[in-house]
């Protein structure tokens, strides 16, 4: 399509634009598609005329930086989306966008502090705290805003969200493990036989059975905190007294997450059902060596032993293909 086709399609659409939205991507049309800024700059008023929210200003104000280069314009039009900005992710969208795109940290800085103001959701600080982390490099203060969304956080995916991001923000996982265990409805435990004891004195090995469990790790983390002791480190600190490790492989075939699907793979040609191959498994690798096998019951929201193959059976026929295994090692807290 050459520039005069092109031009005449812009043009009809700017007749039937009716909103902000039509009239800024017609701006950038001009711009991109033919190179004339005078006009887009006549469109791009008209789109301002039309704005009404936060989120109008703060798309043309970057569209003009982007296709125009004109940082002055796109500064005043951040300016006049505040005057529109009424929640903490309006402060905290142009926020960002002025520190991107002005290098402002200041003045972002300033409205990251408004944003706060307005936060009302653990959400809400949870994305400035991200922000902030990512923009600002203030890992500090990111911290700190973190704290405030686990005061706010209401349920178990408020926790998940900030553990996600302190995991990811902050490298810290042992803190977002805390996060996680502390927003997680904790399961019914069933008295556990064990034995749960150490590698070094032959018997620190542990497998769980889970039912598309989604926080495996803070299931498990329950178990260990009931099994395990807790000793008190030189400093005073109370710690619960394992170093967990998780190989990948159990005797001969069984490995961490091996599922039935993966059961099948293993015994292929084997005139077994695909449960029974699972079963068959691991009976052999885990039960029959005396190794504990703990049930996490994702349904129920219940933690037991499985004893012996009977029961074994009843699980695998209810749950099949859901189920997954998780493999763990331990060892005293300073082994590893």
Known sequence: MGSTEIKQEIEKAIDKAEDCYDYHVAAESIVKDLGDENWAKE?????????????????????IIENLGDKDWGKE????????AETSNDYRNIAGSIIEN????????????????????????TLVGGDIIYLLKDKQWGRKIYLKALDKAANAKDFRNIAARVSYDLEDKDWAVEILREG???YQIAPLSGPFGYMRSGDGCV????????????????????????????????????????????ASELYDD???????EMMEGSPLSDEE???????????????????????????????NIDELHKIIMRHNDNLTIHIREYDHVYDY
């Open 277 to 307: 191959k699972f079963e068959s498994l691991i009976n052999k690798d885990i039960l029959s060596k005396g190794i504990p096998l703990i049930f996490i019951d994702a349904d129920n929201k219940t933690i037991s032993q499985i004893e």
């Open 43 to 63: 469109v791009y008023n008209k789109a301002i005329d039309k704005a009404g929210t936060s989120n109008n200003y703060l798309s043309i104000a970057e569209s």
């Open 258 to 264: 091996c599922s039935i699907l993966d059961a099948k």
């Open 77 to 84: 039009l951040y300016s006049e989306g505040l005057d529109k």
């Open 207 to 250: 497998v769980y059975l889970s039912n598309s469990e989604p926080d495996i790790f803070v299931r498990i983390k329950q178990v260990t905190d009931l099994v395990y002791d807790t000793i008190v480190e030189y400093d005073g600190e109370e710690v619960v007294d394992f170093a967990e490790y998780d190989p990948s492989y159990i």
């Open 102 to 125: 002005l290098g402002d940290k200041d003045w972002g800085k300033e409205l990251y502090s408004k944003g706060l103001d307005k936060a009302e959701t653990s959400n809400d600080y």
């Open 184 to 186: 997680a409805d904790p």
